[in-house]
């Protein structure tokens, strides 16, 4: 089932369906409208080192860099590792992040929030893969985590696609799979490791079982690096029907919610706008772009919008976001 497309459309993925979103991570562009350094704009001018190149600066060393570039007067003089640091033009190194949970096995409309987010990391691994840049992955579920080593290849792309097509269509009610929160922080400390500094880290998530330690990644992550946040959502989390009951699993266990009651209503509503406002807060905290994305409309309308919108308000911080107003 992993080669051909789902057969069920919305619930599962499948790797056609992944490959057939390469033309759309074309469309995906709004590149002659970023800055030059947007984090978003494929190639940019970085900071690279090497020799017989224009001269930027010096700064301290940082774990990954050429120790042949260190400058032995500086680091004397100042008892620390420094190094020279010149400009080139290069390709960036872009790392998805992408979440297929238990908790994103979950869809009131068009298609479930894994579903969304497999969409979402195909479209962003077609559109850096088309810029010349290379693409790494780090893809996890429930139980573990699967890496894809940055490159500029096709072969790498598919890769990618294949691991989130296995993680995808490994979910479900009753196949024996344990809600992991703490998986969260797991994923996003790999991708730590994977991007030391001058990469784009896009993390495309329900950010489920976020906490303090999520944010203390998020921060060294964005320390010296671009990130992007995609925060993936389903409306019905939270806008419940005035009378509607819903089974919740962790994937063994089941509890039936009485949402028509006001009091279960609010209490289901309130916790999920609350995760939700918190990762929002990144963008004036952190600095880094939260991304709403909904899993009932079509993910590459969506991301056309939402790139759109982030080029228009680069450099500047909005003071709310498209889901933080449907929020209240």
């Known amino acids: 089932m992993t080669g051909t497309s789902a057969k069920l459309p919305g619930v599962y993925v499948g790797l056609d369906d992944l490959i057939a979103l390469e033309y759309g991570g074309r469309k995906v562009s709004f590149l002659p409208r970023q800055p030059v350094h947007s984090l978003l704009s494929g ?19 940082r774990a990954g860099d050429d120790v042949r570039t260190i400058d032995w007067k500086v680091t004397a003089r100042l008892r620390k590792p420094h190094i020279r640091v010149f400009n080139e033009e290069r390709d960036r190194q872009t790392i998805i992040v992408v979440d297929q949970r238990l908790s994103m096995f979950f869809g009131s409309r068009r298609a479930m929030k894994s579903v969304t987010a497999a969409e979402a990391a195909a479209i962003g691994a077609w559109r850096v893969l088309g810029v010349g840049d290379r693409i790494g992955a780090v893809v996890f579920g429930d139980r573990d985590v699967v890496e894809v080593k940055a490159r500029r290849s096709r072969a790498t792309v598919l890769q990618i696609l294949g691991a989130i097509v296995a993680q995808n269509q490994a979910l479900g009610v009753g196949r024996g799979l ?27 998530s329900d950010f489920d079982g976020v906490d303090d330690a999520t944010r203390e990644i998020v921060t060294a992550l964005a320390r010296h690096n671009d990130v992007i946040a995609a925060l993936v959502h389903d409306p019905l989390q939270s806008d419940l029907p005035p009378s509607a009951s819903m089974t919740v699993t962790d994937g063994e266990l089941q509890i039936r919610l009485d949402v028509g009651r006001d009091s279960v209503r609010r209490s289901v509503s309130q916790a999920t706008q609350d995760r939700l406002k918190g990762i929002f ?48």
Request: hydrophobic share 50%; charged share 25%; no cysteine.
């Open 43 to 61: 190639r940019f001018a970085s900071r690279m080192r090497g020799r017989g190149l224009n001269f930027e600066e010096i700064r301290d060393y």
């Open 281 to 328: 807060a990144w963008t004036h905290e952190l600095g880094i772009p939260v991304l709403p994305l909904s899993a009932a409309e079509d993910t590459a309308a969506q991301l056309r919008r939402l790139l759109g919108g982030l080029a228009a308000r680069h450099g500047r911080t909005a003071a709310h976001s498209p889901m933080e107003a449907a929020l209240g």
């Open 178 to 204: 344990v809600s992991a929160p703490a998986m969260l922080n797991v994923a996003l400390d790999r991708a730590r490791r994977r991007a030391p500094h001058d990469a784009v880290v896009i993390v495309i």
